[in-house]
């Protein structure tokens, strides 16, 4: 669909969005190829793989507007057909910011706590769904912080930040978690590289996330305090 647009030059489209988006392909397609057959061995290649595919991968294709893209390729009765889809039920319910970081943060939380992650490793079904999973809560989380695509039930910004603030520290508290309580079958050497690096890597990407909604907060914002500012004639 990207290299459509550029190729063929049918849709007023950004070059950089295509490439971000070609790069989330990448870190998904690492995350699935060598990375996910280290990662059976090596927990900090597992946790590489947690990186690229719920985080990495998903801000840089929200940053790219697959949505927006996708829809202005429709036909347009389709495209009213879609756009009607996200603003279903459904949709507003597992977009809200609180319920798209209990599955991303509360997702990851189950899987490090209980069992799940040693019976994924023996089940090829389940731990093919573990990683959808990762992923598609990793993309909704993203999505609900950084409205690159716009929506029609955008919630406010205060609630917004809090939510992210939680889910962040809930991320860093289970990489600490992780730290001292290894996984079940993962050495203690393995476990800390792992929760290291899930914790400073995670950071980083966070630190993106916040980035880009302080930006958006900012711009919301800049309007009304230029029209306070500005004395009547």
């Known amino acids: 669909m990207y290299l459509a647009v550029q190729f063929f030059g049918k849709r007023d489209w950004p070059l950089y969005r295509t490439v971000l988006w070609a790069a989330g392909i990448l870190c998904c397609i690492a995350a699935a190829g060598p990375i996910a057959s280290w990662s059976h061995n090596q927990f900090s290649m597992h946790m590489m793989g947690h990186l690229l595919l719920g985080m990495l991968g998903p801000l840089l294709m929200v ?3 697959p949505v927006t893209l996708f829809l202005r390729m429709l036909p347009a009765r389709y495209a009213r057909k879609g756009a009607r889809l996200l603003k279903s039920r ?59 695509e716009p929506t029609s039930h955008r919630k406010s910004f205060m609630p917004r930040a809090a939510i992210l603030i939680t889910a962040l520290a809930g991320h860093g508290i289970l990489s600490k978690y992780l ?33 880009f ?6 711009k919301a914002r800049r309007p009304r305090e230029a029209g306070i500012g500005t004395a009547p004639s």
């Open 213 to 218: 909604f302080c930006l958006e907060w900012y």
């Open 179 to 211: 730290y001292a309580h290894p996984p079940a079958g993962v050495s203690v050497d393995q476990a800390q590289s792992g929760a290291v690096l899930m914790y400073y890597g995670g950071d980083l990407i966070d630190l993106f996330i916040i980035i």
């Open 90 to 148: 459904l949709f507003r319910f597992v977009s809200h910011p609180a319920i798209a970081a209990i599955l991303n943060i509360g997702g990851l939380w189950l899987l490090y706590i209980t069992d799940l992650f040693t019976r994924m490793h023996a089940q090829p079904l389940l731990y093919l769904l573990v990683h959808l999973h990762v992923f598609l809560a990793g993309y909704l989380f993203t999505a609900s912080f950084v409205s690159i």
């Open 63 to 65: 940053l790219s507007a």
